[in-house]
């Protein structure tokens, strides 16, 4: 009897260490997994139902970093097939972002719902080069469509769709302000594709990219509209490589 009594004591001491765990594990097991690059600081609460202050930092030992206004409160709920995660960020979203995560034998399935947020262009500066040296200013919102990401190792695949509007984007390398605003749209599928075009503005961004399963490929395009030439030249020769007047855009690889 004492060493059942041993054993549901041991089980019980167990599921209360769980359902009881600090929020600050949650902060550290996320530092781990983004290499230092999303940080969850002044945490409180429990991993399941908590809240903190989101940091945006260009990793371990960057210098570079922002933070969000206000805070990230969140519920963790499990599901048959995995967790569900509710994020409350009153500063970027008007309702709540919801991700069900469902893990399995070396993968990992996300399903964001549909919604929409705001964010400040400005965070993309705590994820280092080239952010932090673009320093932008504007306003991101995000767009999701039954957007699934789906890790089977050694490939990601991706489903649905995502838009992402950039509007009236400034840089702290051009007085020009702002340099106008522009389109990212996601489309998900056997062989994802990714199209970027202008909306308005003195710059003119295009281009097009497509994911292996590994990572983007994306070549582009920037230019001057006329009479902007002068206030964008540093820009252009940062962004790209130049010819003539234009400045050729390559991310990734083959």
């Not at 996320?30 to 260009?58: H, I, K, T």
């Not at 990992?108 to 200013?137: C, E, I, M, Q, Y």
């Not at 007085?175 to 994802?192: D, I, W």
Request: net charge positive; proline share 5%.
């Amino acid at each position: 009897m004492w060493r059942a009594a041993l054993v549901g004591g041991c089980i019980g001491a167990l599921a209360a260490l769980i359902y009881f765990a600090p929020a600050r594990w949650l902060a550290a097991a996320l530092a781990q997994v983004s290499d230092g690059r999303v940080l969850l600081e002044n945490s409180s609460g429990s991993v399941w139902s908590g809240a903190a202050d989101v940091v945006f930092a260009s990793g371990t030992g960057g210098s570079a970093s922002i933070a969000l206004p206000g805070r990230l409160s969140w519920q963790l709920r499990p599901t048959r097939r995995g967790i569900r995660a509710r994020l409350e960020l009153p500063c970027c979203a008007e309702q709540p972002l919801v991700v069900n995560a469902e893990p399995g034998s070396d993968a990992l399935t996300l399903r964001v719902a549909d919604g929409r947020s705001r964010w400040p262009a400005a965070l993309l500066a705590g994820f280092g080069a080239p952010w932090n040296t673009l320093k932008l200013d504007g306003m991101l919102e995000l767009a999701t469509q039954d957007l699934v990401l789906d890790w089977r190792r050694p490939l990601l695949g991706i489903s649905g769709a995502a838009t992402l509007d950039a509007s009236d984007i400034s840089s702290s390398l051009s007085t020009l302000r702002p340099m106008g605003s522009y389109r990212l749209s996601l489309a998900g599928g056997p062989a994802p594709t990714m199209l970027l075009v202008t909306r308005g503005g003195a710059l003119q961004l295009n281009g097009s990219g497509s994911w292996n399963g590994k990572a983007f490929r994306f070549s582009g395009e920037a230019n001057a509209a006329a009479g902007r030439e002068a206030a964008l030249a540093n820009l252009l020769n940062i962004i790209g490589r130049r010819d003539a007047t234009r400045s050729i855009i390559t991310l990734g690889s083959a």
